[in-house]
Structures are given as C-alpha cells and as structure tokens.
C-alpha cells in the first residue's frame, strides 16, 4: 500500500471536514437536535434537584458535562449514520481517501460540533444555575475544548466500530461511557473550579489530564482506525 504523504493527507482531512461542514450547515438538522436535546437535559436537572439553588450551583459543572456527553452520542452516531447509507463511506475509501484523513476529519468534526453546544450551553448553564465564571473565560475555553477533544477521539472511533451493528444506538453508549470516564471527570472538575474560583490552584492539574488524555487516545485512534474500518 502506498503510503500517503504528509502534505497529502492534511489536504484529505480538510477537504473531508469541509465536506462533513457544508452538509451540516445545508440541513442544520443534527446541531439543532443537539441543542435542543442538551438544553433539555440541563432543564430536568434543574426540576429533578428542585429549589436547592447552592446544590445547582456546586454541580453546575458536572450538570454541563453530562449534557454534552448525552448529545455527543447522538452526534457521534449520526456522524457515521451518513456515511454509511448508501454506501458512502466506501466511496470514499474508493477516492482514494487515507482510513487516518477520515477518522481525523470525523473526530475534528464532531469535537467543532461538540464545542459550539458547550458554548451554547454555557449562558444556558448561568441563566438556569445561578452560577458565575469566576476565574476567566480563558480558562472555561481550555476545559471546553480540551473536554469536547477528549469525547470526539474515542466517540468516533466507537461510532464507526458500532455503525453496522444492529444495536449501534445501544452499542455505543456502552462502550463509550466507561472510557471517557476520566475526561469527564476532568472536565467536569476543571468547570466547577472555573465557576466556583480555585484558591489550591488545582485548575492546571486536570488541564494536564485531560491533554494526557488527549494525545493517548487522538494517537490511538489515528493508528487503529484504518483496522476499524476495514470489511
């Protein structure tokens, strides 16, 4: 097999992410449907604790992250739903397209989608929750995209690994969920820090762990993904 150059392949990964944009911005229907279903997420977390505002705002950050975790799935799946109707996933392979072009333009992709419903979420989070950035929006920004990195790497991966299973709307929450564990952890706390002030600065350390997290899995998947999604 003929390996791709390195300039060859950032060109293939633009020329796919720009595809997989112009799609999403035609119909729009997918951002819609994340917003929508996360804003609703963080409304039930607010009527399930009731009037205990201190208790909203100590988990704000937990609360925001779970949000985005839940939506991320339905991104995540619907990401590779499109490509795998009608056969084009295998068009594109045919192009040809390097297996690492696509799974870098699928996970930049989804992390873009991911990071434009945290920003969007965020007013939602202080309207609802009471709560305040305290520490800077410098610092709400890294945990933001570093966070919304850590769910799209491994997301896309597992998407494409469940795409042709029969229960890939079931498969894929369940081998999800478990791995990001430790990115949501860190997001969650870095957020609560942001929201909350951070005296002990503790904010760098979990910044730090969610970039380890980042390199693991980002290397991880651009070295297996040509495996994942061979027949």
Same mark, same amino acid.
């Given at each position: 097999?003929?390996?791709?150059?390195?300039?060859?392949?950032?060109?293939? *990964?633009?020329?796919? @992410?720009?595809?997989? $944009?112009?799609?999403?911005?035609?119909?729009?229907?997918? !951002?819609?449907?994340?917003?929508?279903?996360?804003?609703?997420? $963080?409304?039930?977390?607010?009527?399930?604790?009731?009037?205990?505002?201190?208790?909203?705002?100590? #988990?704000?950050? =937990?609360?925001?992250? $779970?949000? @985005?975790?839940?939506?991320?799935?339905?991104?995540?799946?619907?990401?590779?739903?499109?490509?795998?109707?009608?056969?084009? !996933?295998?068009?594109?392979?045919?192009?040809?397209?390097?297996?690492?072009?696509?799974?870098?333009?699928?996970?930049?992709? #989804?992390?873009?989608?991911?990071?434009?419903?945290?920003?969007?979420?965020?007013?939602?989070?202080?309207?609802?929750?009471?709560?305040?950035?305290?520490?800077?929006? =410098?610092?709400?920004?890294?945990?933001?995209? &570093?966070?919304?990195?850590?769910?799209?790497?491994?997301g896309t991966v597992y998407a494409a690994i469940s795409s042709h299973a029969r229960a890939?709307?079931?498969?894929?929450? !369940?081998?999800?969920?478990p791995l990001v564990i430790p990115a949501l952890l860190s997001a969650a706390k870095g *957020?609560? $820090?942001?929201?909350?002030?951070?005296?002990?600065?503790? &904010?760098?350390?979990?910044?730090?762990?969610?970039?380890?997290? #980042? !390199? @693991?899995?980002? =290397?991880?998947?651009?070295? &297996?993904?040509?495996?994942? @999604?061979?027949?």
């Amino acid at each position: 097999m003929r390996k791709t150059r390195p300039l060859s392949l950032l060109k293939t *990964t633009l020329v796919l @992410i720009r595809k997989d $944009l112009l799609i999403e911005w035609r119909t729009r229907a997918r !951002l819609n449907a994340l917003v929508f279903f996360a804003m609703a997420t $963080l409304l039930l977390f607010s009527f399930a604790l009731g009037p205990d505002t201190k208790l909203l705002e100590r #988990n704000a950050g =937990g609360y925001l992250w $779970l949000a @985005i975790l839940f939506a991320s799935v339905l991104s995540l799946g619907e990401s590779f739903r499109v490509e795998t109707e009608n056969a084009c !996933l295998d068009g594109v392979r045919l192009a040809p397209a390097d297996a690492r072009a696509i799974f870098l333009s699928k996970a930049l992709g #989804n992390a873009l989608l991911l990071l434009a419903l945290g920003v969007v979420l965020v007013p939602v989070m202080v309207a609802l929750y009471g709560v305040r950035i305290v520490t800077g929006f =410098g610092d709400l920004a890294s945990i933001l995209v &570093l966070g919304s990195l850590a769910l799209s790497a491994p997301g896309t991966v597992y998407a494409a690994i469940s795409s042709h299973a029969r229960a890939r709307d079931v498969l894929l929450p !369940l081998l999800l969920f478990p791995l990001v564990i430790p990115a949501l952890l860190s997001a969650a706390k870095g *957020t609560t $820090l942001v929201l909350q002030g951070d005296p002990m600065q503790q &904010l760098g350390s979990w910044q730090g762990l969610l970039l380890g997290f #980042n !390199l @693991i899995y980002w =290397g991880v998947g651009f070295v &297996l993904f040509p495996r994942v @999604i061979e027949d």
